[in-house]
């Protein structure tokens, strides 16, 4: 980000006290969160407390070889992000730095006092105007588009400015500063429009999601889908899985935008995700998965007070999108970091510390930014959408601490992530005894339209066999299974393929990755079909031993790895039938 | 230079220094005492009425009338060519009785984060021998992978091990090793000088000790000068470079010590809030960069209090690294060697590191087969310890089995046993054939045609 402001009232103010990455001005005029320059090197703050005369600043980079003495001065701005042209593709630090021309200006390593823009102030791009002189335009409006990547990028009238008619709109190649729009006031207009990062941008309507996001993650749409728009947390231990869930989504899930947030995390995994997106191709439109994505990486290793505003820079990003009409999810890992992030510099402040050391206001913090998402109607009438899911990291993998618990109060969907499951490379490691989703019910007619009249029952039925499973192994704990009654040995065998077959899905094998609804449907269904094949046998006195030996059963999961599966799994059903009309008639 | 003697409160390890000019946050500190002797400390908080210094050595003999000295820069630590083969402090001071290190370069310790635009993605396979890392949790150049341990139990072997059998299979290039003691006993450093010196492996080596009755706060910075000399062995001079760090434990308790003489809120169980943040300084400090030939490797080893996982140390650690091994217990007991417990380890760059033409295609698969044979077997000792193995169906024994069979054939090896990835994946599939050819679900067809043993076996007579 740059900061082009002037001081508020000229005067300089000066540095009293640094102490990592606090520090304290005096003789400066600010309000809260105004953005300040901090010493000679120009470093990049916010104020965050003001007592007396002691103005309380946190810095963006790291404050060592600053001095008491060196001079403050006052933007005037708060922090702010550029939206316009040139977001796709980009990958930022948590101020909106991006990181490509970090290494221009500095090399490989982030050294510090280097401001750099959001977006390219020189590049110009193709202006197609979609209002004509004489137009009422309202706080917004679409004024123009430009083809940005294979997305179409819509150039808005920003929300904060007033109505009026269009005098001139211009067309073709232009800066993002470069004027587009005159109004007849004489307002003028470029692409590029600033907005203040804690803010929410303002829309018309909140609307109750409808639509599931289809993620082509069975277990997250076949048991606990979220809906576009809608919320999810995924808390989880080290290694359990957070993060290539949340990589899954980003690759396949159907958003049209993504924005994936590395707040605190592996640089590593920041670089996976650039070296694989470009090869990816997204699954609807064809087009490398880069094309549709915004990444912000500030890793455990850069600034805290970076990490801690990376999470408003990647929110306000997508309600820009989400204003132009389109579906955006934003996936933030991990939001304990950002977390931990306010606890270090609340615990600077020496405010009184809440639960386990964090700032009383985390809950607050927490449902405020939770509280972004959401399926909207923009201010132009557009209809697009925030999804938002949360990696939690909790420490020992407790789900008590203060971050799961106060998510789990807002969020809707939870994905329990379980070690235990992990340990055994049962992938996705979600708990299916644990996890919910509140939107199944406002998804059930999507469902009944678009995938089957069957769907909601054939869900209801898998999820009765996993609980009924779950009871049944208790006793299979104290006895052993052979003291079962025979039909629940067949339901634990049921469990067992709904768990193998459906449930477990590899994000590392081709095919596998991902699984549309269709073949999510046929999956179930053949298991259903087996099961109930399974149940009339027995009660035609076949055992479960020699239920156990039917070989199609063992060919189901070789389903996953196939692209074209329909003809192998018409065969296998076809065979199963067979098999069991052959244990049938020998009983 | 100017001398304050305006010390007016020493706590622990914080010197508290009134009405200096300006004192820049970060700067080197040196602190002369009466005799002549030299302390040496950074800024941690300064103002116009206060610098708080914090020593890296003990603070005995610091009075009110030792003399100050700010250097104006921050800790710099002198690297060159010629630091391989050589011992040094905690603190970067040779101990091996050779001359001062002729510096090529002064860098700052503190090291700034690569840049993630910057960072090439690790994906080179290291063969380090031992079938658990090989098969089943990969290690790749340029990637942090810790050792989980416990007191007593074996890890050095391992870490040792690991140093000596290193290699990238089709490289010719040696791994360059940068050794940092914190805090470990003087018997532990002679086993590690030792090996180095009986394999040779000093000769391309800088090592770091602080031992344990070294200044602990001095061990805040010991990884700090490893890790500066590794990059700049890997960045400048384009050597792949293994960083092993030990214990870091204790240089996580130095830490909790300097919070308290700081009066800050405790975290959890009394160590730092910041503890992730500092522990992520370290460890990001691996990795490779594009268009660049060096790596650093690192291998941090930490025990973990009474065992527990979820203390704050492997906690933390776990979240930042990628993977970790674990050695346990109960194998070590049963007398298995590497006694390393596959269910909790994890190695989060292996599906880069291995597969066709890396390692073998069927690799990854392996070992997600083995994985599930060998939990599922593992669970069921607890349930044949209360109903009997007579209880169990025909699927389960052959499965308890399994777990038997892969912790005496799979784990256990030799110390200087250095199999390669060929051996590895013989013996899983070796394994593996042991149950029916159903069960393995986790496998495609083709595969497993292609390798497993009886069915290879029964291609070949028809
Ligand atoms: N065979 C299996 N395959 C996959 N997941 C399993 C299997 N068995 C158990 N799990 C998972 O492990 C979780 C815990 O299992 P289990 O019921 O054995 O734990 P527990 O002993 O009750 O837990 P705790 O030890 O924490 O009290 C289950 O909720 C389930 O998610
Ligand atoms: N869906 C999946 N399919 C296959 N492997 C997975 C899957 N999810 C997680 N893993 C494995 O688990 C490891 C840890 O996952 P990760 O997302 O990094 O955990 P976390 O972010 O919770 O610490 C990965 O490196 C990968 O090996
Ligand atoms: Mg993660
Ligand atoms: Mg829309």
Known sequence: ?587 | MKEYRTINKIAGPLVFVEKTEPVAYGELVNIVLFDGTIKRGQVLDTSDELVVVQIFETTTGIGRDSGVRFTGETIKMPVGKDMLGRILSGGGKPIDGGPEIVPEKRLDITGAAINPYARGMPADFIQTGISTIDGTNTLVRGQKLPIFSGAGLPHNNVALQIARQAKVPGSTESFAVVFAAMGITKEEANYFMQDFERTGALEHAVVFLNLADDPAVERIITPRLALTTAEYLAFELGMHVLVILTDMTNYCEALRQIGAAREEVPGRRGYPGYMYTDLACIYERAGMIKGQKGSVTQIPILTMPGDDITHPIPDLTGYITEGQIVVNRDLHRKGIYPPINVLPSLSRLMNLGIGNGKTRDDHKKVSDQMYAGYAEGNDLRGLVAIVGKDALSERDRLLLEFADLFENRFVRQGYDEDRTIEDTLTIGWELLSTLPVEQLTRIDRDLINKYHPKIKAGAKKE
């Open chain 1, 1 to 587: 980000m740059e900061v082009k402001g002037k001081q508020a009232n000229g005067k300089q103010g000066v540095l009293k006290r640094i102490a990592g990455p606090v520090v304290t001005a005096v003789n400066l005029d600010a309000h809260m969160y105004d953005v300040v320059k901090v010493g000679k090197e120009e470093l990049m703050g916010e104020v965050i407390k003001i007592q007396g005369e002691h103005i309380i600043i946190q810095v963006y980079e790291d404050t060592s070889g600053i001095r008491p003495g060196e001079p403050v001065s006052n933007t005037g701005l708060s922090l702010a992000v550029e939206l316009g042209p040139g977001l796709l593709t980009s990958i930022y630090d948590g101020i909106q730095r991006p990181l490509s021309v970090l290494v221009d200006k500095m090399g490989n390593f982030i050294e510090r006092g280097v401001s750099a823009p959001g977006l390219s102030h020189t590049k110009k791009w193709t202006f197609k105007p979609l209002v004509k002189t004489g137009d009422k335009v309202e706080p917004g409006a679409i004024l123009g588009e430009v083809q940005e990547t294979n997305i179409v990028h819509k150039v808005m009238l920003p929300p904060n400015a007033k109505a009026g008619v269009v005098k001139t709109i211009k067309s073709g190649d232009f800066t993002v500063d470069e004027t587009i729009c005159v109004l007849d006031d004489g307002r003028e207009f470029p692409m590029i429009q600033r907005w203040p990062v804690r803010v929410p941008r303002p829309v018309k309507e909140k609307l109750n999601p409808t639509i599931p996001l289809i993620t082509g993650q069975r277990i997250l749409d076949g048991l606990f889908p979220i809906a576009k728009g809608g919320t999810a947390a995924i808390p989880g231990p080290f290694g359990s899985g957070k993060t290539v869930t949340q990589q899954q989504l980003a690759k396949w899930s159907d958003a049209e935008i993504v924005v994936y947030i590395g707040c605190g995390e592996r640089g590593n995994e920041m670089t996976e995700v650039l070296t694989e997106f470009p090869h990816l191709e997204d699954p609807k439109s064809g087009k490398p998965l880069m094309e549709r994505t915004v990444l912000i990486a500030n890793t455990s290793n850069m600034p805290v007070a970076a990490r801690e505003a990376s999470v408003y820079t990647g929110i306000t990003i997508a309600e820009y999108f989400r204003d132009m009409g389109y579906d955006v999810s934003l996936m933030a890992d991990s939001t304990s970091r950002w977390a931990e992030a306010m606890r270090e510099i609340s615990s600077r402040l020496e405010e009184m510390p809440g639960e386990e050391g964090y700032p009383a206001y985390l809950a607050a913090r927490l449902s405020e930014f939770y509280e972004r998402a959401g399926l909207v109607k923009a201010l132009n009438g557009n209809g697009g959408s925030v999804s938002v899911i949360g990696a939690v990291s909790p420490p020992g993998g407790d789900f008590s601490e203060p971050v799961t618990q106060n998510t789990l109060r807002i969020v809707k969907v939870f994905w329990a992530l379980d070690a235990k499951l992990s340990q055994r490379r049962h992938f996705p490691a979600i708990n299916w005894l644990n996890s919910y989703s509140l939107y199944l019910e406002a998804l059930q007619d999507y469902y009944d339209k678009e995938v089957s009249p069957e769907w909601n029952k054939i869900r209801s039925w898998a999820m009765e066999v996993l609980q009924k499973e779950a009871e049944l192994q208790e006793i299979v704990q104290l006895v052993g299974s052979d003291a079962l009654p025979e039909s629940e040995q067949v339901t634990i065998e049921v469990a067992r393929m709904i768990r193998e077959i459906f449930l477990q899905q590899n994000a590392y094998d081709s095919v596998d990755t991902f699984c549309d609804m269709t073949k999510q449907y046929d999956m179930m269904k053949a298991i259903k079909l087996f099961a109930d094949l399974a149940y009339a046998a027995q009660l035609a006195g076949v055992s479960p031993a020699q239920i156990n030996t039917v070989k199609s059963k063992n060919e189901l999961p070789q389903i996953k790895f196939i692209k074209d599966y329909k003809p192998e799994l018409a065969k296998i059903e076809k065979q199963m039938d067979a098999e069991f009309n052959t244990l049938r008639s020998a009983a």
